[in-house]
């Protein structure tokens, strides 16, 4: 069945790779997702946002992940696998989650004062950890897509804090803001200019810090050229979007970075294909031909980036 994050973490961490983290919403995604994991042997989290529970109903997911889990298996691949709440907001979201069968859950209480944050995540811990269930915590916070300059208005990991963080809350995991952000959007760049860095040495401080200990990497796509370039030319419109380079990502996966978060990449994949469908098959109205299209590009996605940029692939 689904496995909680521990093993899988304490593995990446010392093996210099991280887990991916993939959301999914529906089907396609997350037969996409388990395919190209089984196929490249990799451990993998699949995670549920709110607005995945909103759309796709939170019991549904629950059982489509069970559902993958035997596929997988009877695919003959023993990967583990974990069925994670992204950015659980409340007690009683985190509480949900635990009791329907997920293996591991967020707490983001990255947006209440410091104390507030270490209250809300120890009370989630300790009901978690009572069933099996990992947490993981939130310090620093991630820019808004809507941000004029990302770096000013994100605000960073304060590596002082992380110790007495993990300390007081027994999370399993800590996310940290070094520069990434959520979406399609993540920097402000001019024409030919390369996107800022991320505060690596914010990592190296914090990793001093709690040495070993799992960090997560939220806001962590690409944001694909070529999928935008595919975008725009059939009728789309996404003008500088831009994410985070693979090299960068491929340094945090050495770090002490052991899970990175991927949504956009799969939305732009997704979007991508059915565009490029839609424009040359004008007459074709089955959605399983524009779906498996995109589904396809999806596996390739996750593919490549278990294997070439995560170093996940190989490690189950
Ligand atoms: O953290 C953000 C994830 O990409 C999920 O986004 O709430 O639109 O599903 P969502
Ligand atoms: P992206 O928007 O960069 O894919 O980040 C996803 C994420 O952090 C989900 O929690
Ligand atoms: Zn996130």
Redesign the pocket.
Known sequence: GLVNTREMFKKAVSGGYAIPAY?F?NLEQLQAIMVACAETSSPVIVQV????RE?ANQTMLRYMAMGAVRMVREMGSNIPIALHL??GDTFELCKSCVDSGFSSVMIDGSHHSYEDNVALTRKVVEYAHAHDVTVEGELGVLAGIEDEVQAEHSTYTKPEEVEDFVGKTGVDSLAISIGTS??AFKFKVKEGEEPPPLRFDILAEIERRIPGFPIVL??ASSVVPEYVELINKYGGKMEGAVGVSEEQLRRAAASAVCKI?I??DGRLAVTARVREFMAKNPGEFDPRKYLGAARKELVKLIKHKNEAVLGSAGKA
Not at 49 to 52: E, H
């Open positions: 959301n919403n946002s709110k607005g995945a759309y992204d950015h959520h979406g939220h806001g978060n949504d956009s």
